[in-house]
């Protein structure tokens, strides 16, 4: 298995401007989750889904934030208009979902957001 | 709501000293406890975790937690550390949902 594929690794964008991060999770995992790593706050939960549907979005900093999860195979991550603030590494996470002691997180590599 | 505290956010150790890194959880039910290490350059990947049974969980290169229920901790230790454990590590805990919720990390730096 090739592992979680974050895309893409990079983004340099200018204020005001859409941003779409895209994750593919490990195949036959069923959760997702997304997390945002600063210098100041570590990792910050942002939004998890178990079998496609949005569970926890309370870690979502505002509206200008949105996620989906159209089917189990991909997720996606907006931010529209961005801000330079933004600026983290946005992590992609999946797992099996099950309550068992195999249970873990498997993490992408990440994507480097920068927000001019 | 439930919360991580990692005290220690930078640690600067020369090799072969020994290793404690702090972990704090809010949450008074049942909880499964994490320590993730991320290396320079690389994504994060579980070190060691604890689900339930002995207390003391030893994870892969050497390192170790404790879960003392009654201190809400679950610290990791390392008797030796090496150059190559420079990374940043972080404790993580779900507690009964799929959430998990991850402490600030703390950077260690290992001298040569």
């Known amino acids: 298995d090739a592992g979680v594929i974050q895309s893409p690794r990079h983004e340099v964008t200018e204020m005001g401007q859409e941003v779409t991060l895209r994750c593919k999770p490990i195949s036959g995992h069923n959760s997702l989750f997304w997390y945002r790593q600063t210098m100041m706050r570590g990792l910050e939960l942002l939004i998890y889904?178990?079998?496609?549907?949005?569970?926890?979005d309370s870690g979502m900093p505002e509206d200008r934030f949105s996620a989906k999860m159209p089917n189990a195979s991909f997720s996606t991550l907006k931010i529209q208009p961005s801000e330079p603030r933004d600026s983290a590494v946005y992590f992609c996470?999946?797992?099996?979902?099950?309550?068992?002691?195999?249970?873990?997180?498997?993490f992408g590599s990440g994507t480097q957001l920068s927000v001019l | 709501a439930q919360s991580v505290s990692q005290h220690n956010h930078h640690v600067i150790l020369s090799e072969a000293a020994s290793l404690e890194l702090g972990c704090n959880y809010s949450y008074g039910g049942t909880v499964n406890l994490f320590w993730y290490v991320q290396y320079p350059g690389q994504h994060l990947q579980l070190l060691l975790k604890?689900?339930?049974?002995?207390?003391l969980v030893k994870g892969i290169k050497g390192f170790e937690a404790e879960f003392i229920k009654s201190k809400f901790s679950f610290n990791l230790r390392k008797p030796s550390v090496q150059w190559s454990d420079t990374a940043e590590y972080f404790c993580a805990v779900t507690s009964g949902t799929y959430k998990y919720i991850f402490g600030t990390g703390t950077r260690l730096k290992v001298l040569a």
């Open positions: 889904f178990n079998n496609n549907v949005p569970i926890d």
């Open positions: 604890y689900f339930s049974g002995d207390p």
């Open positions: 996470a999946s797992s099996t979902g099950e309550r068992s002691t195999n249970e873990k997180l498997f």
